[in-house]
């Protein structure tokens, strides 16, 4: 009797040991298709560790980085199917599924990263995150992929001429292929993880990306000539399933809407210098990098103006009224 007694008292202490209040773990998936060396993913790393932090660990997030989760197209995808919780892409390869997304692909858009921000954080820039919301995405911001330049490997690029017989691959994105094509260039879609691969092959012969990207996915390495055209500013959006967020309570959002956003200001306050620590580095390889003349430049600029209608076509009209018209 007395052993029973021992026992029944050795269960009650256990029990009183094992807190009764085990908060239930929620594990975020996060996804990009980028490399995991570049200032975004650092952004994403810093919305880990202040949610991770702020919730006492109710929140776990866990990073997919590299297109492991596969490219911005299906990363989007899943996004809207809550099959992953948050993805990270750019705005022309989620345009498709966004309408609105179509008026970042306007070429020479924003003057300067100031112009850019104020756009994108002001109501223009939350209007196109907010319109994503009925087709189930609920958008958490913008972070920086940046502006973009043309890498080659053939020859010095300075004029629209020059991109004669220039097989160059672009995003997935109707606007892009129509602008590449009205420069001269033989554009060729392709999702962003086969890029090097079809760079080093040779498949393709040039490509469009910030400069922080084509240091950090190594495009410098078998494309030798960089031409700073800075024609278009890639925002990344940041994207959750609507379904998802609104299971959410009031604080949890909240907590996630505020570590997004130090996250995003954090990856803002890296990509000036990580972007001119990119260009040094592609200098000091002994790449030829190109800055055009005013001139030069005008004749980019005159060529792309035909897209302009087809954006016109795919945004809603109070976006382009917005992004084009009040400007
Ligand atoms: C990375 C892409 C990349 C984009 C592209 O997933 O596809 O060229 O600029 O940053 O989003």
Redesign the pocket.
């Known amino acids: 009797m007395v052993k029973f007694k021992f026992l029944t008292s050795a269960l009650v202490v256990a029990a009183m040991l094992v807190p009764s209040f085990a908060v239930a773990k929620t594990t975020l998936k996060v996804a990009?298709?980028?490399a995991e060396s570049v200032p975004m993913h650092a952004g994403l790393v810093k919305f880990k560790e202040i949610l991770e932090k702020n919730s006492n660990g109710e929140f776990e997030v866990v990073l997919y980085g590299n297109?492991q989760l596969g490219?911005?197209r299906e990363l989007t995808e899943a996004a809207q199917l809550g099959n992953i919780d948050i993805v990270c892409?750019?705005t022309a390869?989620a345009a498709p599924f966004n309408k609105d997304f179509f008026i970042f692909d306007t070429p020479f858009l924003f003057k300067d990263r100031t112009d850019a921000y104020a756009v994108l954080d002001g109501p223009a820039g939350q209007a196109v995150l907010k319109n994503g919301e009925g087709v189930n995405l609920k958008g958490l911001g913008y972070m920086e992929?940046g502006f973009r330049d043309l890498t080659n490997s053939d020859k010095e690029i300075r004029t629209p001429a020059d991109l004669a017989g220039i097989k160059l691959r672009t995003?997935e994105n109707p606007i892009q292929i129509a602008a590449w094509k009205a420069l001269g260039a033989n554009p060729t879609p392709m999702a962003?993880g086969e890029l090097f691969t079809a760079l080093q092959q040779k498949t393709v012969d040039g490509q469009e990306?910030p400069m922080e990207?084509i240091y950090s996915t190594k495009f410098f390495e078998v494309q030798p000539f960089i031409t700073k055209t800075q024609h278009i500013y890639?925002p990344y959006a940041i994207l959750a399933s609507l379904e998802s967020w609104e299971g959410y309570s009031k604080e949890e959002q909240a907590m996630i809407q505020d570590a997004m956003k130090q996250a995003i200001d954090y990856q803002r306050s890296i990509v000036v210098e990580s972007s001119k620590k990119a260009e040094d580095a592609i200098k000091a390889n002994g790449n030829t990098i190109i800055s055009l003349t005013d001139a030069e430049l005008a004749q980019f600029k005159e060529k792309v103006k035909s897209v302009l209608p087809m954006i016109k076509e795919r945004v809603s009209p109070e976006i382009y009224s917005l992004f084009i018209e009040k400007k």
Do not use: C, E, Q
């Open positions: 990009h298709g980028a297109s490219a911005d892409v750019s390869n992929n995003m962003f990306n990207l890639s």
